[in-house]
């Protein structure tokens, strides 16, 4: 059996734990390609005006496993606790799709968590598990099997980054995006690539101690209940002492992160800041000569430039 995985959304949060999962019951994974041209016009096609850049890639990921496949996973993500509520767009993807692709063959594979309503991670696999018809020990041993890799990577990822902290002599500039984003051959890795030809270090703010980054958010405000908005806005606090520069990198329009953007501006009075939106459409020459000119602002103002020293 096929499970397919849209390379999008929180695929770039839980893919470790996923494909672990999957493989330890014995199934066959496929992943959708990464990001092109023709999936963000298939989502697009699918999609309203007003829905974010993430939307709609996440849309054309989903019909490119199409036929592919047995199933697709579209996972139900709600709450992490009362307060602690997922963007809607992350609610709602499983009601959205299956709207949307009702008149084709697609059978979805979704869980549910609502820690709000006491439905734990734990219990969604568990009955996604059932569902796939194995048996309890099988799916509790896939599961704490796919923990501990998702453990161990984050670990990875997380000491990778406190060397280039540490060791690293090139300008650092703390890039604020949710992984969805970030690690996007469409929408952030063109800027991390740009970032390193100019001898930049990027330091990846949704690479953090997600536990210490959320207590360190309810410190700045106590009524934000985005979780991984959360997760960025500490993280800020976490990092902003040991980089050089700040790249906020959304997609329009993003509502969460329209408002949290701005606390983070308004906040940040020390290091340079810049703020990076991105659309459907083609072309980053712009976007390069920004951030040329952000990075040559930090250089002149550590040389005492003139007119660069704020």
Not at 94 to 115: A, E, G, S, T
Not at 152 to 173: F, P, T, V, Y
């Amino acid at each position: 059996m096929k499970i397919g995985i849209p390379k999008a959304f929180l695929y770039y949060r839980y893919g470790y734990l996923w494909e672990t999962f999957f493989r330890e019951l014995g199934f066959e994974i496929v992943l959708s390609p990464d990001t092109n041209k023709a999936i963000i016009q298939s989502g697009t096609n699918h999609s309203i005006d007003e829905s974010c850049l993430s939307s709609k890639i996440y849309l054309g990921h989903v019909e490119w496993l199409i036929g592919k496949c047995d199933y697709i996973l579209i996972p139900r993500v709600a709450t992490y606790a009362k307060d602690q509520i997922v963007c809607s767009k992350l609610w709602s993807a499983y009601d959205v799709v299956q709207n949307i692709f009702r008149d084709r063959d697609i059978k979805i594979l979704d869980y549910n968590i609502d820690y709000a309503k006491n439905k734990t991670e734990f219990m969604a696999f568990l009955k996604m598990g059932r569902r796939l018809r194995k048996k309890r020990f099988s799916i509790l041993r896939a599961y704490f099997m796919a923990k501990q890799a998702e453990k161990m990577m984050g670990e990875r990822h997380l000491q990778e980054q406190n060397e280039l902290l540490n060791k690293s002599d090139d300008l650092k500039i703390l890039i604020i995006s949710h992984s969805y984003n970030i690690n996007d051959r469409y929408i952030g890795q063109p800027v991390l690539n740009y970032l390193r030809a100019l001898d930049c270090t990027p330091i990846i703010a949704e690479i953090v101690e997600r536990r210490a980054a959320t207590l360190k958010a309810k410190e700045i405000s106590p009524t934000l209940k985005w979780s991984y908005n959360q997760e960025l806005l500490g993280a800020l606090e976490l990092y902003k002492k040991d980089v050089d520069g700040i790249i906020l990198l959304t997609t329009f329009p993003c509502g969460p992160d329209s408002l949290v953007n701005e606390i983070i501006i308004r906040r940040t009075k020390d290091k340079p800041i810049i703020s990076l939106v991105v659309d459907e459409h083609d072309g980053t020459a712009g976007m390069e000569t920004r951030i040329e000119s952000f990075v040559d602002i930090i250089r002149f103002k550590q040389k005492g430039v003139p007119g660069c020293e704020k």
